[in-house]
């Protein structure tokens, strides 16, 4: 071996372990699932606030049941942009309006837009009859909850950051202090001087 070869550290010697690259890659795996299950949350509960079991044509009457302060939206699904209208006879003026937004959400192979919003001052069961110039489905749901769809999607994506940048930082700290171990062992390690003193009056 040359005097300048540095000594082979084996790769279990050095410290911290390699456990830690594992803890890295499930830590980033685990944030990853968090924030892919904040978006399955959102869209699932978005799409569930729509009652489209319970659906209805353009020109059928409906009758729902409304509770009062409680908004609720009505959505429409067909192909295109038609002219739509709804009227609920029995509830006083002004208790339906039209957003001054578009909110959309696709459901299967369906896609609803929201086209009035009803506040009822009483409550009570009302007919709701809606109608298109189009070939089209309504149905009733929720009001949409812009915020909680925000938060649901900012939360995701904050748990893909926090994934990618803790299992990187892990991995980057881990190779640098192996690295700094390896090299301090290298040091200790070093093999003594091949020859020895040299005897009085002997010149090599």
Not at 16 to 35: E, H
Not at 70 to 84: E, L, P, R
Not at 179 to 190: K, M, N, P, Q
Request: net charge positive.
């Amino acid at each position: 071996m040359s005097l300048n070869a540095r000594p082979a550290i084996p790769a279990k010697d050095l410290r911290p372990r390699r456990i830690w690259y594992l803890v890295a890659a499930l830590l980033g795996l685990v944030l990853a699932g968090v924030g892919a299950a904040f978006i399955v949350m959102t869209v699932k509960n978005t799409v569930g606030s729509i009652d489209t079991a319970h659906s209805f044509s353009s020109g059928d009457a409906r009758t729902v049941s409304f509770v009062q302060g409680k908004t609720k939206a009505i959505y429409v699904s067909q192909a295109g942009q038609g002219h739509v209208d709804c009227r609920i006879p029995e509830m006083r003026s002004g208790s339906m309006t039209q957003p001054d937004s578009t909110f959309r959400i696709t459901a299967g192979s369906r896609t609803w837009d929201r086209v009035f919003e009803v506040k009822p001052g009483s409550s009570g069961d009302y007919t709701l009859t809606c109608t298109s110039a189009l070939p089209a489905e309504f149905a009733l749901g929720d009001k949409p909850k812009v915020g909680s769809m925000i938060g649901g999607i900012a939360a995701a994506i904050g748990c893909f950051i926090a994934a990618f940048a803790s299992a990187a930082a892990i991995v980057v700290v881990t190779a640098v202090r192996r690295s700094r171990h390896r090299r301090r062992l290298a040091a200790t390690w070093a093999p003594p001087p091949q020859w020895g003193p040299q005897p009085p009056g002997q010149v090599y």
